[in-house]
């Protein structure tokens, strides 16, 4: 059973970077689609930025430029690195993943399914 473990969440100052990590167990599977999705008080979730096991990156508008994802499969571990934070980046963080049957969705940040999750990690950006 892949458990997907978060850390790396904090409080930070406007204009201030945050690296987020995702570790993945019990992780067996060549392909993948992983993420990292958000969800602030009072909102929907939304994607933030997926990657594929082919490589390809997609980012949602509100964090172009900002924030870039990296995979190390050697750790089985997908990172964040957000910079120029805004306070519209608060918000509870999560790592997601699907191993079979996904597509990577442009521009959305997004996998078109996803079946693993972890417990999340807080952003906070005052």
């Known amino acids: 059973h892949v458990q997907l473990v978060e850390s790396g969440g904090g409080s930070v100052q406007a204009g201030g970077s945050l690296r987020l990590s995702c570790e993945a167990f019990?992780?067996?599977?060549?392909?993948?689609?992983m993420g990292w999705f958000r969800q602030a008080p009072g909102k929907e979730r939304e994607g933030v930025v997926a990657i594929d096991s082919d490589g390809r990156i997609s980012y949602a508008d509100s964090v172009k430029g900002r924030f870039t994802a990296s995979k190390d499969n050697a750790k089985n571990t997908l990172y964040l690195q957000m910079n120029s934070l805004k306070p519209e980046d608060t918000a509870i963080y999560y790592c997601?993943?699907?191993?079979?049957?996904?597509?990577?969705?442009?521009?959305?940040?997004?996998?078109?399914?996803?079946?693993?999750w972890g417990q999340g990690t807080q952003v906070t950006v005052s």
């Open positions: 997601a993943a699907a191993f079979e049957g996904y597509t990577l969705v442009a521009g959305r940040g997004s996998c078109s399914t996803l079946d693993y």
């Open positions: 019990a992780y067996k599977y060549s392909d993948y689609c």
